[in-house]
């Protein structure tokens, strides 16, 4: 079942700007991964964020979590034309013995030079 | 360091016929396994995952298949391919305990059923 939905479903940009993207998911969660992919490849982890975290950075990116809200948020400061590509949030859910991640459908994030 | 294959990198079948694709992780010793599919513009959708040899879970119905025959190879099958079985497939390896476990993909291969 799918658990995390991202917002916008796409933004446009020009290089330098901020990009702010926004994920909501439905039930409690221990942790919430965010993620890369380029046109055409594999996903990239970026960043995970415990539930007991607030903020978290690495590099340019700035992942907030608010469990009260039930919602993510990944910042980009200073785009370059290289953060173009789709960001996925992912959260895990317990399956049969074991966890799995279910992933949003994205936020196609589109920097222009 | 840890290294994910999947390939082929495209592929092209006409409906009715099998497929096979496969997916090796080097660097690692009994990781956790998935296939997954993405429809253009979606967002992933688990098939399979795979926790050691021999041992494959499904997520959906359908009519593929996974098979795990070492411990590093995981493969997905099918005998007769549907038109909806068209699609961009990734492999991936979990690294972590329980569910904190961050996900490696693989390059991925684009199918298309004619």
């Known amino acids: 079942s799918q658990q995390g939905e991202e917002d916008p479903q796409a933004l446009s940009i020009q290089e330098g700007e901020n990009a702010t993207m926004n994920c909501s998911y439905k039930t409690s969660i221990n942790n919430l991964q965010w993620y890369r992919q380029n046109s055409g490849r594999g996903l990239v982890h970026l960043i995970l964020?415990?539930?007991?975290?607030r903020e978290k950075h690495s590099g340019r990116l700035r992942v907030t979590l608010d469990t009260s809200k039930k919602s993510s948020s990944l910042l980009i400061t200073a785009s370059r034309a290289a953060d173009t590509a789709s960001y996925f949030c992912?959260?895990?859910?317990?399956?049969?013995?074991?966890?799995?991640?279910?992933f949003g459908k994205g936020t196609k994030l589109s920097v222009i030079p | 360091s840890q290294t994910i294959h999947q390939w082929p990198a495209t592929l092209v079948q006409p409906v009715g016929s099998p497929l096979s694709l496969e997916c090796t992780v080097e660097g690692t010793s009994n990781p956790n396994l998935y296939w997954y599919r993405q429809a253009a513009g979606r967002g992933l959708q688990l098939l399979f995952y795979s926790v050691g040899i021999g041992q494959i879970s499904s997520e959906v119905p359908q009519n593929l298949s996974a098979s795990r025959p070492q411990d590093r190879q995981f493969i997905l099958s099918s005998k007769k391919l549907l038109l909806s079985d068209s699609g961009f497939y990734l492999c991936a390896w979990g690294l972590g305990r329980g569910n904190q476990e961050t996900q490696y993909f693989g390059p991925g291969t684009r199918l298309l059923v004619l």
């Open positions: 992912a959260t895990p859910y317990s399956g049969a013995g074991s966890y799995q991640l279910t």
């Open positions: 964020i415990r539930s007991n975290e």
